[in-house]
Nanobody, 127 residues
Framework: EVQLQAFGGGLVQPGGSLRLSCAAS????????IGWFRQAPGKEREGVSV????????YYRNSVKGRFTISRDNAENTVYLQMSSLKPEDTAVYYC????????????????????WGQGTLVTVSS
């Protein structure tokens, strides 16, 4: 059974940092790109970042470039999202998701390209 579990969310002050983790199981982890998405209250889910299966290629939405860093540890079946210089507008539930096809990575954050999703972890940026 494919499972993705995102954790590490919490309350952080503006300008602070947080690291999210996405633990995966049930599939050949090092064959698949993994993406991070977020959904703020009253807004649609949007793509944040994606990392290729081997970890050598990454992509970010413009609003998080220079502040967020995605990485992965294929030995631990885990993807990370290091978030720094957090802003109130980063407040959202963050989800990780697995790309549907092996050894493919897309800079298009279309939800159709992802077949399994984690349950989400809430990040609140507030003073």
């Amino acid at each position: 059974e494919v499972q993705l579990q995102a954790f590490g969310g919490g309350l952080v002050q503006p300008g602070g940092s947080l690291r999210l983790s996405c633990a995966a199981s049930g599939f050949a982890f090092d064959d698949y790109a993994i993406g991070w998405f977020r959904q703020a209250p009253g807004k649609e889910r949007e793509g944040v970042s994606v990392i290729s299966s081997g970890g050598g290629t990454t992509y970010y939405r413009n609003s998080v470039k220079g502040r967020f860093t995605i990485s992965r540890d294929n030995a631990e079946n885990t993807v990370y999202l290091q978030m720094s210089s957090l802003k109130p507008e980063d407040t959202a539930v963050y989800y990780c998701a697995k790309v549907g096809l092996p050894r493919r990575m897309y800079t298009n954050f279309s939800h159709r390209l992802y077949d399994y999703w984690g349950q989400g972890t809430l990040v609140t940026v507030s003073s």
